[in-house]
């Protein structure tokens, strides 16, 4: 699209299906380069991707040629199906859902600090009083009940 000029910084977050702690050490770096390289061929920009054993933060230039819900369902099928390919044993795939936050530039240092300190948040904080807490703070309605 020729002058179309975008910065739509997103954060989004999701969990693993039934937030099982199938994430491990060894395989983080390439599974969350692997979902770099998913928002690059997107046309996004990755910015920083984290998250502890049950879920992952994702930090993102959206493309302005892409819904978010486009964009998410891509992302995650593709990066659930190469981790399969990669690790059959764990059977591993995303929950149905996912957060998703508009950032502002002026707070992009502040949300990439937020997102790579996860290993140390969530030594106090369960996913789920995180997620309540970050959907508290953008002003947005839920059931606590599907946030368990």
């Known amino acids: 699209m020729a002058h179309t000029y975008t910065n739509l910084l997103i954060h989004a977050l999701f969990s693993t299906k039934d937030r099982h702690p199938i994430i491990r050490p060894e395989m983080k770096s390439d599974l969350y380069a692997y979902m770099g390289g998913i928002i690059n061929r997107l046309r996004g920009k990755p910015v920083l991707i984290n998250g502890p054993k049950d879920h992952v933060h994702l930090l993102f230039v959206l493309p302005s040629t892409l819904s978010l819900a486009d964009f998410m369902e891509k992302l995650k099928a593709n990066s659930s199906k190469w981790a399969n390919e990669h ?37 106090r904080l369960t996913y789920q009083e995180e997620i309540m807490a970050l959907l508290n703070k953008h002003g947005i309605e839920f059931d606590p009940r599907f946030v368990v």
Do not use: D, R
């Open 87 to 123: 690790w059959p044993k764990l059977a591993f795939s995303w929950q149905t859902g996912y957060a998703a936050f508009s950032v502002s530039q002026s707070k992009l240092n502040e949300v990439k600090a937020y997102i790579s300190g996860q290993e140390e948040h969530h030594h």
